[in-house]
């Protein structure tokens, strides 16, 4: 994976025509890029799609747990999952009982056709990540 210091400064080099080089983006990163009417659109690669699995967790030992906790059911919740599935966020539901919205459904249908797409194995690219960021450094001028 090749990145840019940030998706801000990224985004902004890319929608001013300043960069036809792009770094890997999110279905939510891209759907606001094309709601400010940047002509940008995730591509497929013949390998499949890609995923990268998050997570919340309460801190241990956190002066507010009960307000992390309540934070983390919130995000759990059908009705706000299904807020952000849909435009502008495009984020995808853990929720079963949140059905994916029709942006979302250009990348995956359901949770099971999630399971199919590839994961980042961060051990491997751990130790790789520094030569990766330097050979960008080095190939990519703006």
């Known amino acids: 994976m090749l990145s ?3 998706k801000a400064r990224s985004q902004s080099l890319f929608s001013r025509g300043l960069s036809n080089r792009f770094r890997p983006h999110y279905s939510n990163n891209v759907g606001d890029l094309q709601a400010k009417g940047v ?3 995730l591509a497929r690669p013949d390998t499949g799609w890609g ?3 998050t997570s919340m967790h309460v801190v241990k030992n ?10 983390i059911n919130a995000a759990l919740d059908a009705g706000v999952q ?3 599935a849909d435009a502008p966020y495009y984020l ?16 995956a249908r359901s949770a099971a056709e999630l399971d ?3 994961s980042i194995d961060w051990v491997k690219l751990a130790p790789l990540r520094q030569g990766y960021i330097d050979r960008f450094n080095r190939e990519v001028k703006v």
């Open 116 to 118: 199919t797409f590839k």
């Open 4 to 6: 840019l210091p940030t």
């Open 39 to 41: 002509p940008v659109e």
């Open 51 to 53: 995923i990268v699995l």
């Open 82 to 84: 299904g807020k952000l």
């Open 92 to 107: 995808v539901p853990t929720n079963t009982q949140v059905p994916y919205s029709k942006g979302l459904q250009h990348y």
């Open 62 to 71: 956190s002066k507010e747990p009960a307000l992390a906790a309540a934070y």
